[in-house]
């Protein structure tokens, strides 16, 4: 199976931070990755699909870009409501796997 | 607007089987463009995508995670618009809050077959006691 490495695991940041996160691939899944967030409670919610497309409703502050099997998820300036956990799934073949997830907490 | 309803019991006994059901409102379980998954969440906070069913060139697929491909069955039932999770033997490590999800496919460039995640229900806790 292909795996997904996430990091960092978690990260402080404060209101107004520009903030970036990593998913990895174990072998080259081309730009089929999507990435999620979650707060405590509630069922993910698709904010990028296809490694750089902003999902209809999410902020323009939340990008995604990729450089071969490494992809990464930039929030511009960080908002409060932004405080919760990404995860990155790779949509090519199967099983659909998720990264561990990285948790954006308040510095 | 798309909406799954999930419903199933909160507890299920150790060797006994799971069943949860999600309820479609909005979308067809018969949908050509669309796939209907379900994913767990243990209590350490992972998510483990477990399988899907969808209706293409009128036949039914399904697609299971190797790691539970011999106790899960995926069920669609296009007279109450809904899909089905069936779990069997289940054990302690089958605890985990359960989420049904609809994989919308999306085109980006000339390309379209990405699939993504982008309608959820809203969770159901199931405990299996030790």
Redesign the interface.
């Known amino acids: 199976?292909i795996q997904m490495t996430q990091s960092p695991s978690s990260l402080y940041a404060s209101v107004g931070d520009r903030v970036t996160m990593t998913c990895r691939a174990s072998q080259s899944i081309a730009?089929?990755l999507?990435w999620?967030q979650q707060k405590p409670g509630?069922?993910?919610?698709?904010l990028i699909?296809?490694?750089?497309?902003v999902?209809s409703g999410v902020p323009s502050r939340f990008r995604g870009s990729t450089s071969g099997t490494e992809f990464t998820l930039t929030i511009s300036s960080v908002q409060p409501d932004d405080f919760a956990?990404y995860?990155c799934?790779r949509?090519y073949s199967?099983?659909?796997?998720?990264g561990?997830?990285t948790k954006v907490e308040i510095k | 607007q798309v909406r799954l309803q999930q419903s199933g019991p909160g507890l299920v006994k150790p060797s006994e089987t799971l069943s949860l059901t999600c309820a479609i409102s909005g979308d067809s379980v018969s949908s050509n463009t669309a796939a209907w998954?379900w994913i767990r969440q243990s209590p350490s906070?992972?998510?483990?995508?477990l399988g899907?069913t969808l209706f293409r060139s009128k036949k039914w697929y399904n697609?299971y995670?190797?790691?539970v491909t011999s106790r899960i069955s995926i069920n669609p039932d296009t007279s109450r618009n809904q899909f089905s999770l069936q779990l069997n033997s289940v054990t302690p490590e089958d605890t985990a809050v359960y989420?049904c999800?609809r994989?919308g496919s999306?085109c980006?460039g000339d390309?379209c077959d990405?699939?993504?995640?982008?309608v959820?229900?809203?969770?159901t806790s199931v405990t299996v006691p030790s």
């Open positions: 199976d730009s089929y999507n999620y509630k069922a993910p919610r698709l699909y296809g490694a750089f497309n999902q956990t995860y799934q949509s199967f099983p659909r796997t998720f561990q997830g | 998954n906070g992972g998510l483990e995508w899907r697609e995670s190797l790691s989420f999800g994989e999306y980006s390309i990405y699939y993504a995640m982008d959820w229900g809203q969770g």
